[in-house]
């Protein structure tokens, strides 16, 4: 695996859960493989959860770790080919990306959607260049469209935690005060859709998510309709993705406050589990008895993220030695 983006550079996803569930046997087993190894982790935007678990992946597989804020100490940035930069951006992305390469084994990337253009997010313009100018292994770590280290430890926590053999998952919307990126939801359907579960995703009108993740996912508009017979309900909020009206993208259409799952929306599922990826908006999204109940899985999935980054630098680094 040279680069991790999405669902499908893990391949077979129930090899995949395997190794997860190996590496959480005893997640020191590989710690060889990255001696004199140096995991550079770029950060163009705020993180609690990567920031912390890809470090700790990394320092299990053996590697150095160099963490990097780009807008804390250095050189700020300029991101668009044929600029003249007269102004307060002292670096261009296109040497910043080869002088850092030089330094390290392999780079994961935080840079979420910038809603100025849907095509530039769309076409993962920032993390794509680190791809192709770096020369090294490149991993997202949330970029504009997706983030598939939490996708990926979100299939970990329900196939830990399922009670069938194909549960139900249903992926809502739920309001939110500010704008946000569709990067969570979209590797999330990612996933789902490749995994051994009933999928369906449940939001107003005009939040549908692109096709490209949506793919043959059961789209329900009447969230309560969704949540009945649910087993696992993961909330999220995310900003219009602009499929049916591109000027659009990124707004906040409503903040219909009907879609926070709260005690009366989970009585409605199979005694469901609640999960989300973090932070979370609490009264928002979800209500405090329905996150700090016994069925909120929100602290097991966060504990996953660094098995599912140590799977993902494992096989990174494996490409190494290739
Ligand atoms: N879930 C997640 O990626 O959290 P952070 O933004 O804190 O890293």
């Excluded at 770096?134 to 399922?162: C, R, W």
């Excluded at 005690?263 to 908006?281: D, I, K, Q, Y």
């Amino acid at each position: 695996m040279k680069t991790y983006t999405n669902v499908f550079d893990l391949g077979n996803l129930d090899v995949a859960l395997k190794e997860a569930f190996e590496i959480k046997k005893n997640r020191y087993q590989f710690e060889q493989l990255g001696h004199h190894k140096t995991c550079l982790l770029i950060f163009f935007n705020n993180s609690l959860r990567t920031r912390l678990s890809t470090q700790k992946a990394a320092r299990n597989l053996g590697m150095d770790v160099i963490v990097l804020d780009v807008n804390q100490g250095a050189w700020k940035l300029e991101t668009e080919r044929g600029v003249v930069m007269d102004g307060d951006k002292s670096e261009h992305l296109l040497e910043a990306i080869p002088v850092m390469s030089q330094y390290c084994d392999m780079i994961g990337v935080r840079s979420f959607a910038r809603f100025e253009s849907r095509e530039d997010d769309y076409t993962e313009k920032i993390l794509n260049q680190f791809i192709r100018y770096s020369g090294k292994p490149v991993f997202s770590m949330e970029a504009a469209t997706g983030h598939p280290l939490q996708a990926f430890a979100d299939l970990i926590t329900i196939e830990e935690n399922k009670r069938t053999d194909r549960p139900k998952v249903v992926l809502t919307w739920a309001p939110h005060p500010k704008a946000l990126p569709q990067a969570v939801p979209n590797s999330f359907a990612d996933f789902m859709n490749e995994a051994n579960v009933d999928f369906v995703i449940t939001h107003p009108k005009g939040y549908e998510l692109d096709p490209k993740f949506v793919r043959g996912a059961r789209v329900e508009y009447d969230q309560r309709k969704a949540f009945e017979g649910a087993d696992f309900i993961y909330a999220k909020n995310w900003s219009c993705p602009g499929v049916s009206n591109p000027a659009d993208y990124g707004k906040v259409l409503l903040k219909d406050m009907s879609w926070t799952v709260d005690a009366e929306h989970m009585s409605w599922t199979n005694n469901a589990f609640f999960m989300h990826c973090l932070p979370v908006r609490r009264n928002m999204i979800v209500t405090d008895d329905v996150i700090e109940a016994p069925t909120s899985l929100v602290i097991p999935e966060a504990a996953n993220r660094e098995i599912s980054a140590t799977v993902v630098l494992k096989r990174l680094l494996e490409s190494l030695v290739q």
